[in-house]
């Protein structure tokens, strides 16, 4: 606000005083008339001033403005006025015709009122809840607004829109809007949404974008379509380019499937419109997109085969060989055919086995070589065709072998009716143009990427030179035209081939050093005090030089490790040698090529290095320096130390096999531990039952007891004592086979244990002194001895736990066998008991007895009392005699007495 | 490939439950012990087989966190199923699903099948949630139930696999609208819109474009 307030008092010569005051008087007609039709005439006044006056009106009626927004929704005509006010106020668009000077201002005008905006998170979501509305006057200036919103301060409307519920989905559904103007424009809005914001670009995914897009661009005509399909293609691009997420949906959903029709171009020459450059352009780079070197490698291949599977790349290689593609779109083409088939065996094999329509009929490889080499292509175009031959021979061993055998003595065509592509490479190594040199030579270096068989292969290469003179090899015709002094380019093409090509390949090396003149050639380089632009091919020779060293096996006896290196001490300086090596990485050109495979320059005279060799260099850097430095004992050390490396190797392999045994058998004793475990809880609440059954039973029996005490007489069967009893026996037999059980689990770990003690033992014996082996080697042994004793804790532990565990088991053992005693008592106790109640049984037998013999007795007494004449009250006596004889104990105690006289 | 129909899931629930190891063992049926953090959202896809109908499933799998839940919400509206996912070693994650369970309502269409998943099956001897307590909340909810392990893949195939035949059960009762993508359902390319008529109609034709994908 103060530097709104600035600029507003500076403009002094600025709009009429009246113009403020008419401003003003409209804000207050907004904020307090109570009729619609007027607050709605001062919006469009206010719409009408914004432009010309746009400062003075965004200062004065933003609030007013918004207020309407908030209030006045049922008019969808003053909410138009009022979206639209905004959008002049906000948007920097409309401006273009203003001078020049003033454009500055008006950005900062607009990120400012964006900001006084947006301060109030409501504000936004306002705007989206207007956005709902279908009424063209409201829906379209809120796009617009929106749209001008986040032009100015993205990242924090994003953040607004994030959060506000299904904010995001809701701005989607613009691109269902039957009108025209609308859906466009929210493909735009949706372009500003979306840009740098991973989680908004996912949401939109899932809301069906890739669809709703590519429907719209095959409605619209694919690439002969007009600037919708262009915004849509931009859209698409926001939402796939470095989200990976994104582009596994995308090829998930099928949708690369549907990019192919997008190229069926063909040769009908319907006329290539500007418009339809711009779409095809975008197409490709789409393409590009999913298969750029730089996404995850896994990503990257499936995109590629799925290319292949639905003949994507097939409809590309076809817009490469026709006639009539302008320029531009050509180079694009073949950029992107080099990253659909870079380093995915299948794409090359198809891209090898392309032919151009000429008669007769050649590789499609060969005539792109023949623009590679030609002076007269465009630059980009030849960069081009360097990078598909490049990525052509990613990973492939058999096109890098078909690619060398061209140049083989063998295979070379007699007739010489065709040209082949190892010719064209030559003829490029040796032309006089030095693009074309560095190219050939770069091209060539990628035929031998680690590839040892090709680097031995092209050693047998003979170049006839002139009439008369015998053959010269490949390998020295090169360096002939290096120490020959051509031009920068030339000579650095040159170097890097050579030093490609001798890296890993000792038989290479002793080629190159057989030729006497070549180390002094490379020692006076190196040596020499040249000019600055000099410095880089000075670097390189010392690499190659270093790498003769490193790589060298001894078999020249002039050229010995050891010489070359003496050779160094005395000509150059070992420390000149390693500050003119590190001349190469320092280079300001050097990182610009590290970062991507694709040989993308400016202009020709950038064209010095190559991915590739940037990786060569890092590779080599370190280790031809640590070569340098090493006297000749090092060096045999090192070859010990190598060998015993390497063995070292196999212990630890060895040992880390045994520790994946080891380790599964622990998992697996640690699995009996815990079943064991298990056991041993079931068993104690076993025991407990049984315990408690004990308890029952001696109460019972204690009851049983007292009432016996009680009353010495004949009493209630036991039998239910003996049944309680009668569990017992079954559950013990069971208790004792688990307990048996246990033991050999116990025994059978034990000896486990044991085995394993000792394997231990041995290990840790075995285990060879690592102090005076090499680092390497040391921490491996070191890392298994580490593991072993983890190794051995975890089974310390584990004999802890048995012991434990065994310790419980005793005491269990203990709790059975005192109980089994106990049961042993009882039963005792029981048997007596049934015994004495047998007795009392037999008495009371006899007591009955005696009591019937009685009762006759007083029978036969009464009868001769009556037949006496003696009278009696018979009934009663007898009938109670004859009912109670068991019931007896529990009636009351007079009638017991009575009976037990 | 073509497929019968497309579903859409997602997986919610707190952070560290195994989210992205269920996903992981699921689409590459392999198991990452060290695992980075999910951040926003990743997708993962699959292609499955219920009643002889291919079925494609794409998977969003989201972060926990709770500063992510507002990205998280803007995925329910248009998904078919989601996995609501605990740890049965961690009670707090469980005590968390209501929370859960009230913002995929809210968000979601109603016709949403979530199955609810108690995973580390194999932490047994760390167990803090009972398989019964799980249950019971599941029943109480409405939603399918499973204990799964993205360890040993114990159960990780059946939950997303159970959830699809749930979506395609309603499917065929006609509770969600198959032509609204919204809906987080599609139609595959290659279905005729008979397939999509009634329930009388689809073992034939997907007999007819099984043995169709069977030649080529
Ligand atoms: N033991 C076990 N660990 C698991 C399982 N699933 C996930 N984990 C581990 O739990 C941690 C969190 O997993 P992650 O998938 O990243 O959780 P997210 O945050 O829900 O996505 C990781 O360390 C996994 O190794 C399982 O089923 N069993
Ligand atoms: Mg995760």
């Not at chain 1, 006056?53 to 965004?58: A, D, I, M, P, S």
């Not at chain 1, 995915?344 to 891209?351: E, G, I, M």
């Not at chain 1, 880089?536 to 020779?541: D, P, R």
């Not at chain 2, 070693?89 to 979601?108: C, I, P, V, Y």
Request: charged share 25%; with cysteine; aromatic share 6%.
């Amino acid at each position: 606000m103060n530097f709104l307030r600035g600029v507003m008092g500076g403009q002094s010569a600025g709009p009429q005083h009246t113009e403020a005051e008419t401003i003003q008087k409209l804000c207050d007609r907004v904020a307090s008339s109570t009729l619609l039709d007027d607050r709605r005439n001062a919006v469009r006044a206010l719409k009408s001033l914004s432009k010309k006056y746009r400062l003075e009106v965004g200062i004065q009626a933003m609030e007013h403005l918004i207020h309407v927004l908030q209030t006045d929704r049922s008019d969808s005509e003053i909410i138009g006025y009022a979206l639209d006010t905004l959008y002049n106020i906000i948007s920097n668009d409309e401006e273009e015709e203003l001078e020049e000077n003033s454009t500055r201002q008006s950005e900062d005008l607009g990120s400012q009122f964006t900001e006084i905006f947006i301060k109030q998170q409501e504000n936004v979501t306002l705007l989206l809840s207007l956005l709902e509305e279908f009424d063209f006057h409201v829906r379209w200036p809120s796009v617009k607004l929106l749209t001008s919103l986040l032009k100015q301060l993205g990242p924090q409307v994003q953040q607004i829109i994030l959060v506000s519920p299904m904010g995001v989905s809701r701005l989607m559904d613009l691109l269902a809007d039957s009108r025209e103007v609308i859906r466009n424009d929210g493909v735009l809005l949706l372009q500003a949404l979306t840009r740098s914001n991973g989680a908004i670009q996912k949401i939109v995914a899932f809301e069906n974008a890739f669809e709703r897009l590519l429907d719209i661009i095959t409605e619209e005509g694919s690439s002969d379509g007009g600037i919708v399909v262009e915004d849509c293609l931009i859209l698409l691009q926001n939402l796939l380019k470095n989200n990976n997420s994104n582009q596994n949906f995308f090829k998930e959903g099928s949708y690369i499937q549907r990019m192919k029709p997008w190229f069926e171009v063909g040769d009908e020459n319907s006329g290539w419109s500007a418009q339809k450059v711009t779409n095809l352009h975008l197409m490709l780079q789409l393409v590009r997109v999913l298969v750029s070197p730089t996404n995850p490698p896994g990503a990257t291949s499936s995109c590629q085969k799925a290319m292949f599977q639905c003949g994507l790349l097939q409809q590309l290689c076809t817009i490469l060989m026709a006639t009539g593609v302008p320029a531009d779109i050509l180079t694009e083409t073949i950029n992107t055919v080099s990253e659909v088939i870079r380093g995915c065996q299948v794409n090359q094999d198809y891209f090898a086995s392309v032919n151009a329509p000429s008669n007769p009929p050649r590789p499609a490889i060969v005539v792109l070589l023949m623009s590679m080499v030609n002076e007269r292509q465009p630059f980009v175009l030849r960069c081009a065709v360097l990078y598909c031959f490049q990525c052509f021979l990613y990973k492939n061993q058999k096109g890098q072998g078909e690619i060398v055998s061209t140049l083989l003595p063998s295979t070379i065509d007699a007739t010489g009716s065709s040209v082949s592509a190892g010719q064209l490479l030559c003829g490029g190594l040796f032309s006089t143009d030095s693009l074309s040199n560095w190219c050939a030579a770069v091209a060539l270096a990628h035929a031998l990427q680690e590839n040892a068989t090709q680097k031995e292969q092209l050693l047998r290469v003979q170049l006839a030179t002139s009439i008369g003179n015998p053959p010269v090899s490949l390998l020295q015709q090169c360096t002939n035209i290096l120490a020959q002094g051509s031009k920068i380019q030339t000579r650095v093409g040159l170097l890097i081939l050579l030093c490609t090509w001798l890296s890993n390949c000792p038989i290479a090396v002793t080629h190159f050093l057989h030729n006497t003149a070549n180390v002094p050639f490379l020692t006076g380089q190196i040596a020499e005090n040249l000019g600055e632009e000099e410095q880089l091919v000075q670097g390189l020779c010392a690499l190659l030089l270093g790498i003769s060293i490193y790589f060298n096996d001894n078999s020249l006896e002039t050229y010995l490790k050891e010489k070359l290196k003496q050779l160094i001490e005395k000509r150059i300086g070992k420390e000149n040698f390693i500050e003119k090596l590190g001349f190469i990485s320092k280079h300001e050109l050097y990182s610009r090529a590290s970062q991507k495979p694709q040989p993308n320059f400016p202009s020709p005279e950038y064209m010095i290095f190559d991915h590739e060799f940037t990786k060569l260099v890092k590779e080599l850097e370190g280790v031809i320096t640590k070569a340098i430095y090493k006297s000749s004992e090092e060096d045999k050390k090192e070859e010990e130390v190598k060998k015993t490396l390497e063995q070292h190797d196999n212990i630890v392999t060895h040992y880390k096999n045994m520790i994946r045994e080891q380790d599964l058998q622990l998992e697996e004793l640690k699995h009996q531990v815990s079943t064991l475990k298990c056991q041993n809880e079931q068993l104690q609440t076993a025991v407990t039952q049984q315990a408690s059954q004990i308890q029952q039973q001696k109460d019972q029996y204690n009851l049983l007891k007292v009432q016996r005490g009680k009353d010495s007489q004949p009493q209630g069967l036991p039998s239910d004592g003996a049944q309680v009893n009668g569990i017992q026996p079954e559950e013990m037999s069971r208790l004792r086979e688990e307990i048996e059980e246990l033991k050999s689990n116990q025994e059978r770990l034990q000896s486990q244990l044991a085995e394993k003690d000792s394997l231990i033992e041995n290990l840790t014996k075995s285990v060879p002194v690592p102090g005076e082996s090499e680092a390497g080697a040391a921490a491996g042994v070191a890392e298994v001895e580490g593991r072993l004793s983890v190794l051995l804790q975890e089974t310390r532990e584990l004999q802890n736990e048995i012991k434990v565990l065994s310790a419980e088991r005793t005491a269990l053992k203990e709790q059975l066998d005192s109980s089994n005693s106990t049961i042993a008592i009882l039963q005792n106790e029981k048997d007596k008991l049934e015994l004495e109640i047998t007795d009392s049984k037999k008495e009371q037998d006899d007591l009955l007895v005696l009591l019937a013999d009685q009762d006759q007795k007083i029978l036969s007494l009464k009868k001769k009392l009556k037949d006496l004449g003696h009278p009696i009250e018979e009934e009663d006596e007898l009938e109670s005699g004859d009912q109670d004889e068991e019931d007896d104990e529990n009636e009351d105690g007079g009638k017991d007495q009575g009976l037990s006289i | 490939m073509t497929y019968a129909y497309l579903f859409k899931y997602i997986i919610i629930g707190d952070t560290g439950v195994g989210k992205s190891c269920l996903l992981l063992q699921f689409t590459d049926k392999r198991f990452q012990p060290v695992h980075d953090l999910t951040i926003g959202v990743e997708f993962g896809a699959r292609m499955v087989n219920i009643d002889g109908k291919q079925i494609k499933l794409q998977i969003w799998d989201t972060a926990g966190q709770e500063s992510f839940r507002s990205i998280t919400r803007s995925y329910y509206r248009g998904a078919a199923g989601a996995l609501l996912v605990y740890d049965i070693t961690r009670r707090e994650t469980f005590n968390h699903l209501t929370s859960w369970l009230e913002d995929a309502r809210q968000h979601s269409s109603s016709n949403m099948v979530i199955m609810l998943i108690g995973n580390k099956s194999d932490l047994e001897s760390r167990r803090d949630v009972k398989r019964e307590e799980g249950e019971a909340f599941a029943r109480e909810h409405g939603l399918i139930f499973m204990e799964t392990s993205a360890k040993t893949a114990c159960n990780v195939e059946e939950a997303f696999i159970n959830t699809a035949k749930e979506i395609y059960r309603k499917i065929q009762q006609g509770l969600f609208d198959v032509h609204n993508e919204a809906n987080g359902i599609k139609i595959g390319p290659q279905q005729s819109i008979a397939t999509s008529a009634g329930p009388g109609a689809c073992p034939r034709n997907s007999r007819d474009t099984g043995s169709d994908s069977g030649c080529c």
